[in-house]
């Protein structure tokens, strides 16, 4: 079945730079993702969702960008902290009732102080 | 509290015995739903409930598996006869509205279930 994927497996970057997560997805009739961060021995907490009839969203140092020609999903974090050192899943809707939703492999994010 | 809660954050059994997995979803959320997580990967949907209805079970790898939610709050996931590839974490989540509403999921930490 369709699913979500993510290109990097493994992120490593400096305390203090930016970090770009990338998700790719295949459904075309979602209309909903979410970015979760999943530390070890804890449940994915969210971070930030966006709908599809946005591009872009901000929070707190992240923004997730979506861009519906290409099915691409992505996180940026600014100013990475050693705290945001977690696994990252994105995660469609995948437009059915119930809003199940369908989880990538994950991006392990590692912040180098 | 305010978060997902669930019950027992460990548990190990044997193989062939029948496991119970509690979830007590965050007061209010309409709509619940259980996830099971491989080491190393992303949840995988299992089932999901609004109020007491079990709307999709379309995840549930087998009929030994079963969920119920009988009053719309508490729900219990069963594994009878359990097996080693029944190994993993199991995850509660929750949310406000109901289908359609495209509200964030809130996760339990999970129960990670062992079976020898």
């Known amino acids: 079945g369709e699913s979500v994927g993510l290109h990097l497996p493994t992120l490593s970057v400096q305390e203090g730079d930016n970090s770009i997560i990338n998700c790719a997805y295949s459904?075309?009739?979602?209309?909903?993702f979410i970015w979760y961060k999943q530390e070890s021995g804890k449940g994915p907490q969210f971070i930030i969702d966006?709908?599809?009839?946005?591009d872009k969203r901000q929070g707190q140092r992240v923004t997730v960008l979506l861009n519906k020609t290409v099915k691409h999903l992505s996180l940026q974090i600014a100013a990475t902290q050693p705290g945001d050192s977690a696994v990252y899943f994105c995660?469609?809707?995948?437009?059915?009732?119930?809003?199940?939703?369908?989880f990538g492999g994950g991006t392990r994010l590692m912040v180098k102080p | 509290g305010a978060g997902v809660s669930q019950s027992p954050r460990y548990k190990v059994a044997k193989r062939g015995q029948d496991v119970a997995l509690r979830c007590d979803p965050i007061?209010?959320?309409?709509?619940l739903f259980w996830y099971q997580q491989a080491l190393g990967q992303g949840p995988e949907f299992l089932t999901y409930?609004?109020?007491?209805?079990?709307?999709?079970k379309s995840g549930l790898p087998s009929d030994r598996f079963f969920a119920e939610r009988p009053e719309g709050s508490v729900s219990t996931l069963k594994i009878q006869r359990t097996q080693q590839e029944d190994s993993a974490v199991y995850l509660c989540?929750?949310?406000?509205?109901?289908?359609?509403?495209?509200?964030?999921?809130?996760f339990g930490d999970g129960t990670r279930l062992s079976i020898l």
């Open positions: 459904n075309s009739a979602s209309d909903y």
């Open positions: 995660a469609e809707n995948n437009g059915n009732a119930g809003n199940m939703l369908t």
């Open positions: 989540a929750s949310s406000f509205w109901g289908a359609y509403s495209n509200q964030p999921q809130h």
């Open positions: 007061s209010g959320h309409v709509s």
């Open positions: 966006i709908r599809s009839n946005m």
């Open positions: 409930f609004q109020n007491e209805a079990q709307l999709d």
